[in-house]
């Protein structure tokens, strides 16, 4: 049973473009997020789909926006990169169902901005 | 203030002893709470979660305190293998609405 996975694992951009970042969720799962961790810092929570909707976000500028697919696969794209956007990105996923909310995390994708 | 308060060390600690962290947390209305770990840029594993009834596992037990609003984790006779970061959590609901981190705790073990 595979895990969450996501792809590219690394990703070097330069400021002003655009990027995206896939992420495939642990088999039975519904629900993704998706988290920035910036060097030295603890993960922060960019936005959540469910049922193919964004069901939360963080504080987070227009920028950044995703998509939930309906096989529950899950795009997070940045565009205009800036240099602070170099950062660990992850992808969580979880069942929807009360009392099994677990999160697992995928290996993440390192994204560098030049 | 930041939501989630963590001393981000590093804590440097001899094979075999003791180390204990805590955490604060400023949002009263937080109702889950967890300790996660990371090993060097690798994603977030949970370690465990914490109960106002205090819980253990093996070497390791947390506690909360919803009165003072911190959280702690205790490593007992630890092992290399506990070097990590540990990542104190918090969410505002019961179910796998958006985790909120801390910065971290950086751990070494020195054999």
């Known amino acids: 049973d595979a895990g969450v996975t996501q792809s590219p694992t690394h990703l070097i951009k330069t400021r002003g473009q655009q990027v995206t970042l896939r992420c495939s969720p642990k088999?039975?799962?519904?629900?993704v997020s998706w988290y920035q961790q910036a060097l030295g810092q603890g993960p922060q929570f960019i936005f959540q789909?469910?049922?193919?909707?964004?069901?939360q976000r963080g504080n987070f500028p227009d920028r950044f926006s995703g998509h939930q697919f309906p096989n529950y696969s899950s795009e997070l794209n940045v565009n205009a990169l800036l240099l602070g956007d170099s950062a660990l990105y992850l992808c969580?996923?979880?069942?929807?169902?009360?009392?099994?909310?677990?999160?697992?995390f995928g290996s993440g994708t390192q994204l560098s901005v030049l | 203030r930041k939501e989630v308060e963590q001393d981000p060390g590093p804590f440097n600690v001899p094979e075999g002893a003791t180390v204990a962290f805590n955490c604060t947390y400023s949002n009263s209305a937080s109702q889950s709470f967890f300790w996660y770990r990371q090993d060097c840029r690798k994603e977030p594993k949970l370690l465990m979660s914490v109960y106002s009834s205090g819980n253990e596992d093996g070497r390791f037990t947390a506690q909360l305190n919803r009165a003072s609003q911190y959280i702690s984790l205790l490593i007992r006779d630890s092992k290399l293998s506990d070097s990590a970061t540990y990542l104190c959590v918090v969410t505002s609901n019961f179910g796998n609405e958006k985790l909120t981190f801390g910065t971290g705790t950086r751990l070494t073990i020195i054999p």
């Open positions: 088999s039975g799962h519904d629900t």
């Open positions: 789909y469910y049922e193919e909707e964004e069901r």
């Open positions: 969580a996923s979880s069942m929807n169902r009360a009392g099994d909310e677990k999160l697992f």
